[in-house]
C-alpha cells in the first residue's frame, strides 16, 4: 500500500495507512489512479513545519475528493476520520488538509518538522514519506516569498501505485495514459520548473568577475552592518572627497590646500598624524564644495611632484565622516552628551499640591453656579499655597539662623573647654613644684632641730659629769 510522487526535484514514496484510515486511503489512491495530481503544483512551503500540495488550480482554495466523481458536488468533501488517534510526531508524516469544516478533498500536506502537536485532530494523518527525505530536505529549504509560495515552481509531474488493496468503485473512469497539461497549469506566473536560473549565461569573463566582486563588496558591507560599523550596507562615499597618499612628512594641511585651491574652493584638507607623536602618516583627505573640482583635481594632481615626491590622488572611499546612529540606529554622540547634560541638571521636584489629581471616568453634570464655586475655590487655594510657601521661607531662614548660631556657640564652648583644661594642666603643676618646695624645706627644718636638740642634750652631760658632788649636795638638801 503505498504509492510515488514524481517531482520536478526528485521522488517521492508514501506508505499508507490502509487499515487505521481506509476512507483517506481509497480518496488519496483513486485520485492518483485517475491522474488528478499530475502537475499540481507546491503551493505552499514553510520551512520546517509543512509542505502542502493537491490542488489543480495552484491556489490552495480548489480540490474535490474522488467521491464528487462518482456522486456529484455534494459529495465534493468527506467527513475526517479521527479514530483511531494518530499524531504529527515525525518528518515526512502525510495528512488531509481540513476545509474548516472537518472535512477533506484533495489537498494534502507533508511534515517537514517533528512534535507539531498543534497538527494533531485537526488534520486527519493517513501515511508517511519512507523514501525520499533528500528530495522533502531540498524542498523544505527552496526559497519562497512571504506568502510561502516558491519562485520556482515545485510540481508533481506523475503519480505511480505500487499496491493499491481497493477495488474500484463503479463508475470510475480511470484514463489509459496521463493527460497533456494545459496552458493555465503551466502558466503559473513564476519562474517556470524547467527553467535554468544562471545569471551568468552569455556574459564574458571580465563581466562574471565584476559581478562577483560586487556580489562580495555587497556581503562585506552587510556583515560590517550587522556589525555596527556601517549605518547601511547601501551606503556611498561622498563623491567631492579626495584621498592623496605618498607624500613627504613635511607636507603640511596649508601646502596642500594652497595646492589644491587653484581647482575651486575647499571645505577642509586634513594630514592625517600619529595621535601619539603627532607625526604625519603621509596620507590626507581634500573635500571640495563641488564635484566638478574633485573631478578636475583628480585628472590633474595625480602623479604630481610634491615636496620631492610623486603623489597618488584617487577618490575617498572612507564613510567615517558621515553621522550616523551607530549600532542599532537610535542614537549619537550628541544624543548621549545632550542626555549627560540633562543628567547633571538638578532635578525639579514638584508638589504634592501641584500634582493635577486623577480624574474620574464617569461624566457629570456641570452648571454655571458650580463653575463658579470651583474658580473661587482655586484662587483661595492659590491664595493659602502663597501664604505657606511665605511662611515655609520664613522658616528655613530661622531654622538657617539657629543652626549657625548653635554651630557658633559649640565653637566657642570647646575652645573654653581647652583653655580650661590648660590652665588645669598648669595649676597642676604649680602645686606639685610648692608641695616638693615645702617638704624640702620642712627636711631642712627637722634635721636642724634634731642637730640643736643633740648638741643641748651632750651640753648638759658635760656639765652633769663636771661636778657630780654639788649636785647630789643639793637633792639631800631638798629633802632635809
Not at 526528485?10 to 492518483?32: H, S, W
Not at 481540513?98 to 485537526?122: A, K, P, R
Not at 493499491?164 to 493555465?184: C, I, M, Q
Request: proline share 4%; net charge negative.
Amino acid at each position: 500500500m503505498a504509492v510515488l510522487l514524481e517531482t520536478t526535484l526528485g521522488d517521492l514514496v508514501i506508505d499508507l495507512y490502509t487499515e487505521e484510515r481506509p476512507r483517506a486511503c481509497l480518496n488519496f489512491l483513486k485520485l492518483c489512479k485517475v491522474k488528478y495530481y499530475n502537475y499540481c503544483l507546491i503551493h505552499n512551503v514553510q520551512r520546517d513545519f509543512i509542505i502542502q500540495t493537491g490542488d489543480p488550480m495552484g491556489t490552495g482554495r480548489g480540490g474535490e475528493s474522488i467521491f464528487c466523481q462518482l456522486y456529484g458536488d455534494q459529495a465534493r468533501f468527506f467527513e475526517a476520520e479521527k479514530v483511531p488517534r494518530i499524531k504529527h510526531k515525525k518528518k515526512g508524516t502525510v495528512s488531509m488538509v481540513n476545509n474548516g469544516n472537518d472535512q477533506h478533498g484533495s489537498q494534502f500536506l507533508i511534515t517537514t518538522g517533528e512534535n507539531l502537536d498543534y497538527l494533531d485532530g485537526v488534520h486527519t494523518v493517513f501515511g508517511e514519506v519512507t523514501e525520499g527525505m533528500d528530495v522533502l530536505k531540498t524542498i523544505n529549504e527552496t526559497f519562497v516569498d512571504k506568502d510561502f509560495i516558491p519562485y520556482q515552481d515545485i510540481r508533481i509531474n506523475h503519480t505511480v501505485i505500487l499496491d493499491d488493496p481497493f477495488e474500484d468503485p463503479p463508475g470510475l473512469s480511470v484514463p489509459d495514459r496521463s493527460p497533456e497539461p494545459t496552458k493555465e497549469q503551466l502558466d503559473s506566473g513564476r519562474i517556470g520548473a524547467d527553467e535554468e536560473i544562471d545569471d551568468m549565461k552569455g556574459r564574458t569573463a571580465d563581466e562574471i568577475e565584476e559581478v562577483q566582486a560586487e556580489k562580495e563588496a555587497k556581503t562585506r558591507a552587510i556583515l560590517l552592518e550587522m556589525v555596527g560599523d556601517l549605518p547601511d550596507a547601501d551606503i556611498k562615499p561622498p563623491e567631492n572627497v579626495l584621498f592623496v597618499c605618498k607624500l613627504n612628512p613635511v607636507t603640511t594641511d596649508e601646502d596642500l590646500e594652497i595646492i589644491f585651491s587653484r581647482f575651486g574652493p575647499i571645505k577642509s584638507c586634513e594630514v592625517i598624524r600619529d595621535w601619539k607623536t603627532g607625526e604625519s602618516l603621509c596620507y590626507a583627505f581634500i573635500e571640495f564644495e563641488k564635484e566638478e573640482d574633485c573631478e578636475k583635481a583628480y585628472f590633474k594632481m595625480d602623479n604630481v611632484l610634491i615636496d620631492d615626491r610623486r603623489i597618488h590622488v584617487d577618490f575617498s572611499q572612507s564613510v567615517a565622516k558621515i553621522k550616523w546612529r551607530g549600532k542599532g540606529g537610535r542614537y549619537t554622540k550628541d544624543d548621549f552628551k545632550d542626555y549627560e547634560k540633562e543628567r547633571d541638571k538638578s532635578s525639579k521636584l514638584a508638589l504634592k499640591e501641584k500634582v493635577k489629581p486623577k480624574q474620574d471616568t464617569k461624566y457629570d453634570l456641570v452648571l454655571d453656579e458650580d463653575i463658579e464655586e470651583s474658580q473661587t475655590s482655586q484662587s483661595h487655594l492659590a491664595k493659602k499655597q502663597k501664604k505657606k510657601k511665605h511662611c515655609h521661607s520664613e522658616d528655613e531662614e530661622d531654622d538657617k539662623k539657629t543652626k549657625k548660631s548653635k554651630d557658633s556657640d559649640r565653637k566657642h564652648e570647646g575652645e573654653r573647654c581647652r583653655e580650661r583644661m590648660k590652665s588645669e594642666k598648669k595649676d597642676r603643676h604649680r602645686s606639685r613644684s610648692r608641695s616638693q618646695e615645702r617638704d624640702y624645706t620642712y627636711s631642712k627644718q627637722r634635721d636642724k632641730y634634731k642637730e640643736d636638740f643633740r648638741v643641748r642634750d651632750w651640753d648638759k652631760k658635760a656639765r652633769r659629769s663636771r661636778s657630780p658632788k654639788k649636785s647630789k649636795d643639793k637633792e639631800r638638801s631638798k629633802y632635809r
